[in-house]
């Protein structure tokens, strides 16, 4: 399967610095799925990026790491060759990908981490989610005429800028589950940093893709575009400023992100921000907590499918979409199956249906999650997928729910963008980190090194529907409703599946599918993970083009179905634990998974 990355949006003027951007952009776009492109010559990164070219998993038998670029999965596997646990590796591959995928993923972002404890034996999430400053309004994306801003209007600048939780949840996994020295974690990132990494091809083209963005703020436009020049594939680059801030960040912790000079510089980055600048305060940074919560389980087919509740819809729309599937015998249908994907379509229209109304930061608004995943409930929902074509509408349906439940549809936008890590260690620990900074580049400010993100626009950008409240809407301190989606499959009380993905909302379709590949149709990770996207969430059937996706299309739409051919870049990275590990990374991005 090969895609184009150049069928993503570009919206680049004409010329900069005395070229034609879109002429820069059209001889190096790369092939989607070039994961094999030239960053790393390790034997090891070799055999893995071969191994994904020919669509066979990975197979390990004490550890593993499977995440978005190739010296990020390698610092992780140093770590965990090296007898640190799961959380160690997290941080290694962590600080790395935010020097070498820094458009998706990074200290100024934030993230979920669902971590199997094989001690206790227990699931528990962290909650690394950016919050919105205590000056946020549920105007804050609204003209003076409470007319909804145009989304790159709001994204770009220090308004859509959350309080980043990625180096506070770092510092809280290594502190519960570490044993590697925390300095120690921070070594190749910081070397990358001085002596430079190879730019990747899908981040040379997606800053010449985003160039006009890019260029507005000085820090931003030094960095990418140096001297200049924009950054090229397999150009050595160099980042003095982060290897600066990881030095700080090895020998004082997450402090000086929440209470020191970097906050400070957080702080005035976002508020002189020209043309947008944003309401985030010092205070804002200093009363970030990162929460620990309970893992939200779904049972399916004797598994129990746990991932991350809210203010993630990720665990509860998965959760959701099996639940509904669950009468339905999917596993005999197959994979090419127009009937299948028919009830997989509607399953997710309806939880998504829910997911609009329902879900939000339930430390603001009630959220009935239990409701959401009530058998009587879903069994219920799953009688209306009893029918022979697509359903003509769709609304959210009626939990069961001890709160008022008037509350508008949301009406966030979430465009493709994140990273997700999943590692096995020796121990048996597991974890499934979904990473971001929203949109592509973030709010495009830079701090020290990193970009901060534009989290706060995963809020409904309307407060209001109908004259009721939509639970998404921006508060004061709340955390914006997330569709990532780190999930960890359970059987009998062990793990037996970490994945996860980015792709905005439709990181829910991509997991779900995913999980579908491997449990119902039997295929290991790395074929699950490459089998050919189908992608409903609001009504349209998303297809992923030039795959074998299209033979559907002609079925599902004699069934009713609106279809969207497109290119869907997923980024999914799995784990099975099994007899051995065995490993997938996803061909539409530049990952691998590697262990031993
Ligand atoms: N910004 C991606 C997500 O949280 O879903």
Same mark, same amino acid.
């Given at each position: ?33 070039? +994961?094999?492109?030239? =960053? ?11 191994? *994904? ?20 999965? %390698?610092?992780?596997?140093? @770590? ?10 997290? @941080?290694? @591959? ?9 458009? #998706? ?16 034996? %227990? ?18 994306? $609204? ?50 940093? %001085?002596? +430079?990494?190879?730019? #990747? ?49 090895? $020998? ?37 907590? =990162? ?94 997928? *009893? ?189 099975s634990l099994g007899e051995t590990l065995q490993g997938g990374a996803d061909p539409r991005r530049e990952g691998i998974a590697l262990g031993e």
């Open positions: 399967m090969r895609l184009l990355l150049a069928s993503l949006v570009l919206s680049v003027a004409p010329c900069l610095a005395g070229m034609s951007v879109a002429q820069q952009v059209a001889d190096e776009v790369q092939p989607e799925g070039a +994961g094999a492109g030239a =960053v790393s010559t390790s034997a090891a990164v070799a055999a893995a990026l071969k191994a *994904k070219e020919a669509g066979r998993a990975v197979e390990a038998q004490n550890w593993m790491v499977a995440a978005a670029n190739p010296l990020a999965v %390698e610092a992780g596997a140093q @770590v965990l060759r090296d007898g640190g646990t799961a959380a160690d590796a997290l @941080v290694a @591959v962590q600080l790395v990908l935010g020097l070498v995928e820094p458009q #998706s993923s990074g200290l100024g972002g934030g993230a979920f981490l669902v971590w199997y404890d094989a001690d206790s034996g %227990e699931l528990t999430t962290l909650d690394g989610r950016e919050t919105a400053p205590l000056a946020a309004t549920p105007t804050l994306f $609204q003209d003076d005429a409470g007319k909804p801003l145009s989304f790159f209007d709001a994204v770009v600048g220090g308004r859509s800028v959350g309080v980043p939780g990625t180096p506070a949840l770092l510092a809280e996994a290594h502190s519960k589950w570490g044993r590697a020295a925390w300095d120690s974690l921070f070594a190749e990132a910081i070397t990358l940093a %001085e002596n +430079g990494f190879e730019v #990747s091809p899908r981040l040379a083209a997606m800053v010449a893709q985003d160039a006009i963005r890019l260029f507005r703020f000085e820090a931003t436009r030094d960095y990418f575009f140096p001297g200049g020049q924009r950054i090229r594939p397999g150009e050595r680059l160099k980042n003095a400023a982060y290897a600066d801030t990881l030095r700080r960040f090895a $020998q004082e912790g997450a402090a000086p992100f929440y209470t020191g000079d970097i906050a400070a510089d957080i702080v005035t980055t976002v508020r002189q921000a020209e043309g947008n600048p944003g309401v985030m305060a010092a205070v804002d940074l200093a009363i970030y907590r =990162v929460k620990q919560r309970d893992a939200v389980c779904a049972p399916y087919r004797g598994f129990e499918v746990c991932g991350m509740g809210p203010p993630s819809s990720g665990a509860l729309t998965v959760g959701q979409i099996l639940r509904l599937l669950a009468p339905y015998d999917i596993g005999e249908m197959g994979p090419d199956s127009a009937e299948a994907w028919r009830l997989i379509g509607d399953a997710s229209r309806l939880a998504f249906a829910d997911r609009g109304r329902y879900m939000a930061d339930s430390d603001y608004v009630p959220v009935p999650v239990k409701g959401l995943l009530d058998a009587g409930y879903l069994a219920e929902r799953a009688e209306l997928l *009893k029918r022979d074509t697509a359903l003509p509408d769709v609304e959210a349906g009626e939990p069961d729910f001890d709160h008022a439940r008037a509350w508008g549809d949301d009406a966030s936008i979430e465009l493709p963008s994140t990273s997700h890590v999943s590692i096995v260690d020796r121990f048996g620990n597991v974890a499934s980190m979904t990473t971001t900074i929203e949109n592509a580049f973030g709010s495009r400010l830079m701090v020290r090194g990193f970009l901060l993100n534009n989290e706060l626009t995963d809020f409904s950008f309307a407060s209001h529907e109908d004259g009721r409240p939509i639970a998404n809407r921006v508060e004061p301190g709340k955390r914006p409703r997330s569709s990532m989606a780190p999930t960890i499959v359970m059987k009998n009380g062990a793990p037996v599946l970490a994945v996860g993905s980015p792709g905005g909302s439709r990181i829910i379709g991509y997991v779900a599918k995913t999980i579908i590949a491997h449990l119902d149709w039997g295929l290991d990770v790395q074929a699950a993970i490459d089998m050919p996207h189908l992608v409903n969430r609001f009504g349209a059937f998303d297809v992923e083009v030039g795959t074998a996706a299209m033979d559907l299309l002609p079925d599902l739409e004699a069934m009713g179905f609106e279809m969207a051919p497109q290119v869907l870049v997923s980024g999914l990275h799995a784990i």
